[in-house]
């Protein structure tokens, strides 16, 4: 059974149908990718699963149906959102950022920011640094760490790549892949740099105009030509 | 188009019919109090012009009745002191016989000039912080007049009940029957009996001229660059619209408003003083022009009628009210004092959670629910 | 010299009262992006709780005035939860009509249940001075510049080193972010209400022996206020105290030094502080400038 099951998912914003029935699952411990160009829904998709945007249709969580559930109750659930742009809270800390990352969470943090810092030894260093005055790539890789600080059982990527250098991106989905190789990180990703993003995902859905219309393995979606011609741009 | 304003038109000359008829069906009181309604209706076509549909807050707009009224009370009573030799400015002599009315938009212009000459360094506030410094200014203005008594009478005001300027019935005591009758006041060919028919035909033959004159205004390009710094300022002003001419404009007209009202204020109550035109006013006015709808023009007769009779009719119907958790909270009054207040902050919340369009957003909405109706049925 | 002590030590007793209520105001600012101009009336309000708990049932001073501020707390976050969160989404002129209307319940009730008769409010602090070779120091103005200290400091400890301080913080700067790491931003907003209010109800109960009780009590009070808080910066609860500080020690440094000001011309002087610093530096003097955006 998938950790995570969209059926025919809606949502709008005001008059806007931005999903028109999106159905995807996502397996424990997988990586999966949603692509597709500007406007497709994908950023839509990932708050209609963290319960940012009001939907139709049917999510399943870990096999329970998520009904009205909004963000908070959504965190609580063991789902970390790292929002586009990062959503890094700019005049605290990185130490603040990364216990808020925790809140969900009881008892004592200072094991879980020394595990985090494992990932990202620089922030070890610069805990008492006001976020707002770090690089695009540390403020995402901050806004990463802070995801993993409530161990998630799903994590929800929205453009990791958005505003980032090549050689940082991929630093980033490197991370990722090992997180999710050594730690069974399960991850949904949406990325509009369908290359990087095929390189780490097992499995991808490419939306247009808010449904889904190609999906499949990455291999097979990285080997056909046309779909990479016409839905991914290269 | 033009079919829509010839019926506008029409029915504008008959809601004039109607306001000139209704002092024939009531009582003098209530003629009074439609005055004072009209008063705030004027006040309130200001206000809204400048924070309905210009998009400014202004807190403020008590201080430009204020100026409004006491540039009429010191016009026609020849400033606070009788006897006195009259007031000289720049050479000219105030003599204590200009009739009142011709004092009203002498009281709007220089109202209005203020309200101008504020709207250059307002340009730089927005939001919040424009209300803040309109609010300043409402709180200053009549601590100020208290502080420059030479002119203004300080704490005691301007009392002109008895100046020859003023327009009055006389009452003639019958030195054999002793009785009493008013004369009547005389305008051009009409002769109406009394002091208070004479206030409400002054104040709303203004009220209507001057929402002529703002329906007028709005419709042409000062309202639509009104409204386009409303919407917004940025994007008005990459378009063209010259924001520091149309901002001050925009104060300098609803302070003109405000002046004029401020002034008939002054005619109706005889005399000002500080607490004539107190924070409250400002903030009752604010009120009103969100109670009758940001942006609209005659349902501001709605929220006229919430200033005015709220603050009068609560204090009578709320008498019958009487909590009686009373005596545990340690009080022994038994006449209530705040209950208008408490009621009119309830009233006020509520309108603010269901309606806060106000009247004419109400309008609106039943419109647009009836033509759905109506297109249903078809 | 000992003139100038002496205007400097009760500007900091009354400053402290404006700095504390400048605080509420900024706090609320800073979480809801609203200006309460209710704040002074809730203070008001809650300082006849403390009354009428003392001489109606014969608490202590002390006892009185913690249940008065936890009753501030709750009277703060029902506000916020029953008549500010419902219109949450509003326009700002929607929602500074609901802060006019509470004045207007707030006021209304406190004449109505104590009726409007000025009553005499006790005091902590002894009604005496130190005396320092030929300076007087009141003790009172002593006293509540120590109070109000010891709540901003205590206030800021609870914002620094706790849990819920820091999603206070992370809802006033980012709710969005915050609901995604699973804070009740609504919440959160009603916490700093409430403690807003705790802030009120101290401003109150502190400038109550010298005021003297009766439902207006607040008003002047919380104009120097919005001098402070305009002074210091809308957006800064740094610049909130600091500005009560400067407002209270300086008006009464003119006061005493400049005579064209006097006693009177106070307010009006606090109105122009008002309105020269919107003027030329709106973000006042410890704010960060505001931005425009498109």
């Known amino acids: 059974m998938p950790l995570l099951e969209l059926r025919g998912v809606e949502a709008r914003y005001g008059p806007v149908r931005a999903l028109d029935g999106v159905s995807l699952a996502v397996d424990e411990g997988q990586i999966v990718a949603v692509l597709g160009a500007n406007g497709a829904g994908k950023t839509t998709t990932l708050r209609a699963v963290s319960g940012t945007v009001r939907r139709g249709g049917e999510i399943r969580f870990d096999g329970r149906p998520l009904g009205r559930r909004g963000p908070e109750a959504m965190a609580r659930l063991g789902v970390a959102h790292v929002p586009e742009g990062r959503g890094t809270f700019g005049e605290l800390t990185v130490e603040e950022n990364l216990r808020l990352g925790a809140y969900t969470r009881r008892g004592k943090l200072d094991g879980d920011i020394e595990r985090v810092s494992g990932w990202f030894p620089w922030i070890g260093e610069r805990l008492d640094q006001p976020a707002g005055t770090l690089s695009g790539g540390e403020q995402q890789m901050l806004a990463l760490a802070r995801a993993l600080m409530s161990r998630p059982k799903l994590l929800l990527l929205d453009e990791p790549s958005l505003g980032l250098a090549p050689l940082v991106t991929r630093e980033i989905f490197r991370i990722v892949a090992e997180l999710n190789e050594k730690e069974g990180l399960t991850v949904l990703v949406v990325e509009q740099n369908a290359a990087i993003a095929l390189e780490v995902a097992a499995y991808a859905y490419v939306l247009e105009v808010g449904k889904v219309a190609v999906s499949g393995t990455s291999e097979e979606l990285a080997r056909d030509e046309s779909v990479r011609r016409s839905y991914l741009g290269y | 188009m033009k079919r829509a304003d010839g019926i506008r038109v029409l029915v504008f000359l008959l809601v004039a019919a109607g306001v000139f008829l209704l002092p024939r069906f009531v009582s003098d009181f209530r003629a009074q109090q439609f005055a004072y309604v009209g008063i705030y209706f004027i006040a309130l076509l200001g206000l809204n012009l400048l924070t309905g549909i210009t998009g400014q807050i202004s807190l403020g707009h008590g201080a430009f009745m204020l100026i409004g009224g006491y540039t009429t009370a010191i016009l026609i009573s020849n400033g606070p002191r009788e006897g006195e030799p009259p007031l000289e400015l720049l050479g000219h002599q105030f003599t204590n016989d200009m009739r009142d009315i011709w004092t009203i938009p002498l009281a709007g212009l220089i109202a209005g000039l203020v309200g101008f000459l504020f709207g250059f360094p307002a340009l730089r506030l927005r939001g919040i912080y424009l209300a803040l410094a309109t609010f300043a200014v409402a709180v200053a203005a009549p601590a100020l007049v208290r502080r420059f008594d030479e002119f203004t009478g300080g704490g005691a005001g301007i009392n002109f009940f008895d100046v020859p300027g003023r327009t009055k019935s006389e009452t003639i005591t019958d030195p054999i029957t002793f009785e009493q009758t008013e004369t009547q006041i005389k305008i051009l060919w009409l002769q109406i009996p009394s002091f208070n028919e004479w206030l409400y035909y002054l104040c709303w033959t203004l009220a209507l001229v001057f929402y002529g004159l703002a329906w007028l205004l709005l419709r042409g390009r000062l309202g639509r660059s009104f409204r386009a710094i409303r919407d917004s300022e940025l994007a008005a002003a990459s378009s063209g619209v010259n924001l520091a001419r149309y901002k001050t404009l925009a104060f300098g007209i609803s302070a003109f408003y405000a002046g004029v009202a401020g002034s008939l204020l002054a005619i109706a109550t005889t005399f000002v003083n500080p607490e004539t035109f107190p924070i409250t006013l400002s903030i009752f006015l604010l009120v009103g022009v969100v109670v009758g709808g940001l942006g609209s023009l005659w349902p501001l007769v709605f929220g006229a009628i919430f200033i005015h009779f709220m603050q009068i009719e609560w204090a009578q119907s709320t008498e019958r009210v009487i909590p009686d958790f009373l005596p545990v909270l340690g009080a022994i009054d038994t006449d209530l004092p705040g209950a208008p207040a408490v009621a009119f902050g309830v009233v006020l919340i509520l309108i603010m959670l269901v309606a806060p369009g106000g009247v004419a957003g109400l309008i609106r909405s039943a419109r647009l629910r009836l033509a759905r109706g109506y297109g249903r049925a078809r | ?294």
């Open chain 3, 1 to 294: 010299m000992a003139n100038f002590v002496q205007q400097v030590v009760a500007g900091l007793g009354s400053g402290a009262i404006y700095a504390a209520l400048a605080l509420a105001l900024v706090l609320i600012h800073r979480a809801t992006g609203v200006i309460n101009f209710a704040q002074g009336e809730m203070a008001m309000f809650t300082t006849y709780i403390c009354w009428t708990l003392i001489a109606n049932h014969g608490w202590r001073y002390w006892p009185a005035f913690v249940a008065t501020l936890v009753f501030a707390f709750l009277l703060g976050v029902g506000i916020q939860r029953v008549v500010i969160h419902p219109v949450a989404n509003a326009s700002l002129l929607t929602i500074v009509i609901m802060t006019i209307g509470l004045v207007l319940i707030f006021n209304g009730l406190a004449a109505l249940i104590w009726s409007a008769e000025i009553r005499a409010f006790p005091s902590p602090f002894p009604n005496e001075t130190w005396q320092i070779g030929t300076v007087s120091i009141s003790q009172q103005d002593v006293g509540t510049f120590a109070v109000v200290l010891a709540l901003v400091a205590a206030l800021w400890a609870f914002f620094q080193f706790t849990k819920t301080g820091l999603a206070l913080r992370a809802s006033a700067q980012n709710p969005e972010a915050s609901r995604l790491v699973g804070v009740r931003v609504g919440w959160m907003l009603a916490i700093g209400w409430g403690l807003a209010a705790v802030l009120g109800a101290v401003a109150g109960m502190l400038a109550a022996p010298t005021l003297f009780l009766d439902p207006n009590m607040m008003q002047a009070t919380l104009i120097y206020a919005f001098a402070a808080a305009v002074l210091g910066g809308i957006d800064s609860p740094f610049g909130a105290v600091a500005g009560g500080i400067l407002l209270g020690v300086g008006l009464n440094l003119l006061g005493s030094y400049v005579d064209v000001v006097g006693a009177d011309l106070r307010l009006p002087v606090a109105l122009l502080i008002i309105l020269v610093v919107l003027l030329v530096r709106p973000e006042g003097l410890f704010g960060k400038p505001v931005q425009r955006r498109v």
